[in-house]
């Protein structure tokens, strides 16, 4: 018997570009029609879309056994439209990819090549960022070289959702049901054999990115917050530092005022110490705030996505 492989594609506005997806897969010279040794099951994933998909996907599923489509309440994001997938897939390894195209399916051959050789996490990881500007260039380097020094595992730079993954992997990451997810630092998390391809990100062929800068700032808040508790660390240690050099300044003023004297003055440096200290307070509440918050929202125990509708078996 064949094995079987699920592609597992989230969807949202990809109206224009299905066409073109469904063409690079299933058309006459698509990926699956290649590969004739594997069963192929494509599953996207309409992710609340607001223009025509749904009917777009319903409408390849009419014409394509191998469609199937899971359609949610509402958009969910990304990362949470990723964990339907993983729940509703049977194939035996899943190639997750975007659905504008920017990860190119001519790759699935040699991430399965790979597969078939034993290793169970096959990520594509990109040569170059393609275009975008210095500060979101400069911003993301020091961010990952952030994570990096305070998480126990890699989490690696220019490496996306691309990638091929082994049944157990799907199932390790089936288990993880939190609500803010960060699944890049799942895939580091959940280890298992790694391999590394290269490859080169097009451009979006249609439509246009749904990300803005707020979004990445908050994609990258959860993923400090849910993979390492450093900043907790971090405000303990300056909190500490503070506190000694405010002994040895407070021993040394009453030295003074017992051995000199001290006229009144000094309004300028108290000020300085009243605000510094002030900010350093509040900037160490945000950060337990930000885990309190995450722990809040976990502790609702929700599920991470409702489905409204969809042609897949369970
Ligand atoms: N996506 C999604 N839900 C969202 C936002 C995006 O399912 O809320 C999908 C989108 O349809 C695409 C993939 O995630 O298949 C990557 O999105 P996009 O191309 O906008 O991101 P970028 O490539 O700029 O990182
Ligand atoms: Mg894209």
């Known amino acids: 018997m064949n094995k079987k492989v699920s592609i597992?594609?989230?969807?949202?506005?990809?109206?224009?570009g299905l066409p073109m997806l469904y063409d690079a897969l299933c058309g006459q010279s698509g990926i699956c029609e290649k590969l004739k040794g594997y069963d192929f099951e494509i599953l996207l994933i309409n992710d609340g879309s607001r223009d025509k998909t749904l009917e777009a996907i319903k409408h390849y599923a009419g014409q394509d056994a191998r469609i199937r489509y899971i359609s949610l309440s509402r958009n969910f994001g990304k990362e949470c439209a990723m964990l339907s997938g993983f729940d509703y897939a049977s194939g035996d390894c899943m190639v997750i990819m975007d659905a504008d195209l920017q990860h190119p399916p001519?790759?699935?051959?040699?991430?399965?090549?790979?597969?078939?050789?034993?290793?169970?996490d096959v990520y594509a990881k990109?040569?170059?960022?393609g275009k975008e500007s210095w500060l979101r260039r400069h911003f993301s380097l020091a961010y990952y070289s952030l994570l990096q020094k305070t998480s126990r595992f890699d989490i690696l730079e220019n490496v996306g959702d691309f990638?091929?993954?082994?049944?157990?992997?799907?199932?390790?990451?089936?288990?993880?049901?939190?609500?803010?997810?960060?699944?890049?630092?799942?895939?580091?998390w959940i280890g298992f054999k790694k391999k590394e391809i290269l490859f080169e990100q097009g451009d979006r062929q249609t439509g246009a990115s749904s990300w803005h800068f707020r979004d990445l700032l908050n994609l990258g808040?959860?993923?400090i917050t849910s993979f390492t508790t450093a900043p907790l660390r971090f405000s303990t240690i300056v909190g500490f530092?503070?506190?000694?050099?405010?002994?040895?300044?407070?021993?040394?003023?009453?030295?003074?005022?017992?051995?000199?004297?001290?006229?009144?003055a000094g309004f300028p440096s108290l000020m300085v110490v009243i605000l510094f200290l002030g900010?350093?307070?509040?900037?160490?509440?945000?950060?337990?705030?930000?885990?309190?918050?995450?722990?809040?929202?976990?502790?609702?125990?929700?599920?991470?996505?409702?489905?409204?509708?969809?042609?897949?078996?369970?």
Request: hydrophobic share 45%; aromatic share 12%.
């Open 163 to 188: 990638r091929l993954l082994d049944r157990v992997c799907i199932d390790a990451l089936r288990q993880m049901r939190e609500n803010e997810r960060y699944t890049k630092g799942m895939f580091a």
């Open 279 to 314: 900010g350093v307070q509040l900037l160490s509440l945000g950060i337990i705030g930000e885990y309190l918050g995450r722990v809040f929202n976990e502790a609702k125990g929700r599920p991470v996505y409702l489905v409204s509708e969809t042609n897949v078996e369970k």
């Open 106 to 120: 001519t790759l699935i051959p040699e991430m399965l090549n790979y597969w078939e050789q034993g290793f169970q």
């Open 126 to 129: 990109r040569k170059s960022r």
């Open 221 to 223: 808040i959860d993923g």
């Open 8 to 16: 597992l594609i989230p969807c949202f506005n990809e109206e224009e």
């Open 241 to 264: 530092f503070i506190s000694l050099v405010a002994f040895i300044y407070m021993c040394w003023v009453l030295v003074k005022a017992i051995v000199w004297g001290d006229p009144v």
